[in-house]
């Protein structure tokens, strides 16, 4: 495979910008290769600058729902784009997003905008605790919450893969306020409110993890959290800045029957843009400045262009039949891939939850970020380099999930599961 062209950027990209890559997970360190630079993307394929096609199960981390440069998406935003690429003042566009979530989101009654899934977490912890007048907060081992200083204790996929267990930057005093739960365990979740219950101003978690590959809840645990946050009067956060619109339309939250008080979104209600929101319970909500004191906000949040690429995935995602398709697919190509595993002697661990997925390279069941961990990541590196080579692109960690499109046809998917048949010889 020539990728001289990814190659020569990649040199001149370390020179100018921190490790070549304006996020670590897209340096390819971990699986010892360099990272390809991507000219185009179209429907379930993209490609790179020496002219590879790929198909592409990475979907920028998330967003690219409906496939990518959907002409739908693309022509809402240029169309924008003609009025004026912003205006710091409001717009119709945010209520009609702010509307659809809505809708769609059971226990979202307000929603705020803002630009990436890391200030919507920011912001609802700061809501959590400006309501609750606590300082502490729960977040699970593994979890990922975007990069607030308190919110990287126990992160999950890019410290991981990096092995980086906490980060330089982060004062102790930080952290300080942050309690670590393991996921699906409720002992240790019990221990924390025993101990610290009318501390704890916020309980946040990835409803599906996607953070440290697809970790899927076990049953009864979110009920669990659902109790357990109401009788110590913890606000509950769903993060589902990768769940939302993904799992099912209503994201987590619908796929499980549970309401969060308050949930963080942002990857698909982008549409490729760069957006979240958090929303909830209008009580809440209505402690956010200007109606009240808990101050938030952003020059760019709520951006014409990032709502109309929004809204139009929405919109697509909305018509009969998309979370069907996304997840019979889905479906056929994660049995598909785990009987090749199968075949070549690996009963590896596969998970999913609709169109997000893994395989983690253990025999042992995965439930939570330790198991992951026993993930053979050498392994993984072959087989993702063999993958690459096949013309198939995932997630350069084995501690990502996998995303399907709408636009995966049932033509990529015969082929990806002969790239897997391939790439796993001699791993
Ligand atoms: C991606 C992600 C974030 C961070 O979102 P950014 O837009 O990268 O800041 C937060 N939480 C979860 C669950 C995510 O997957």
Redesign the pocket.
Known sequence: MNIEKSKELFLVAEKVIPGGVNSPVRAFKSVGCSPLFIKESKGSKIIDVDGNEYIDYVGS??PMIVGNAHPKVQERVIKALEKGSSFGAPTEMEIELAQKIIDIVPSVEMVRMVN??????MSAIRLARGVTGRDKIIKFNG?????ADYLLASAGSGLATLSIPGTPGVTAKNVSDTLIAELNNRESVEALFNQHGKDIAALII?PVV??AGCIPPVDGFLEFLREITEKNGTIFIF?E??TGFRVSQGGAQTYYNIKPDLS?F??VIGGGL?V?AYGGKKEIMENIAPVGNVYQAGTLSGNPLAMAAGIATLEILAEEGAYTKLEENSKKLCEGVLKQFNNAGYNFTGTRVGSMFSVFFTEEKVTDFTSALTSDTKKFSRYFQNMLENKVYIAPSQFEAGFLSLAHSDEDIEKTIEAVSNSLKGI
């Open positions: 981390w998330g990436s899934g890391t200030e919507a977490t979890c990922y919450h975007g990069h990835e996607g953070n993060d800045v990768m963080c942002g990857k760069p979240g």
